[in-house]
Nanobody, 120 residues
Framework: QVQLVESGGGMVQAGGSLTLSCAAS????????MAWFRQAPGKEREFVAS????????HYADSVKGRFTISRDNAKNTVHLQMNSLKPEDTAVYHC?????????????WGQGTQVTVSS
């Protein structure tokens, strides 16, 4: 089992920046991918960014490409999401996720989530 705990959410004005962190504990040696998803009120959960644990290879949703950066600290079993140039439409609960397999691309471990609110 893997436990994920997010931190770093809050309220910021449009154009501002926030950094989210996700600390993993438990069987972290088994992890292949870690990712961030978000869910806004009344909307479905959507993929934001992912990172391959061993290689650091990253993928981003088109809506955040060029503004968000996902990174990892293997020594601390932590993943960060640096969010710049935030927009009101980035407002959502952000969830950290992890999986211990390449395929299927389903995430089996989830954090509780952290609220990000961007005011205009």
């Amino acid at each position: 089992q893997v436990q994920l705990v997010e931190s770093g959410g809050g309220m910021v004005q449009a154009g501002g920046s926030l950094t989210l962190s996700c600390a993993a504990s438990g069987l972290t040696f088994s992890l292949v991918y870690m990712a961030w998803f978000r869910q806004a009120p009344g909307k479905e959960r959507e993929f934001v960014a992912s990172i391959m644990w061993n290689t650091g290879t990253t993928h981003y949703a088109d809506s955040v490409k060029g503004r968000f950066t996902i990174s990892r600290d293997n020594a601390k079993n932590t993943v960060h999401l640096q969010m710049n140039s935030l927009k009101p439409e980035d407002t959502a609960v952000y969830h950290c996720a992890a999986r211990a397999h390449f395929y299927p691309p389903d995430y089996e471990y989830w954090g509780q989530g952290t609220q990000v609110t961007v005011s205009s």
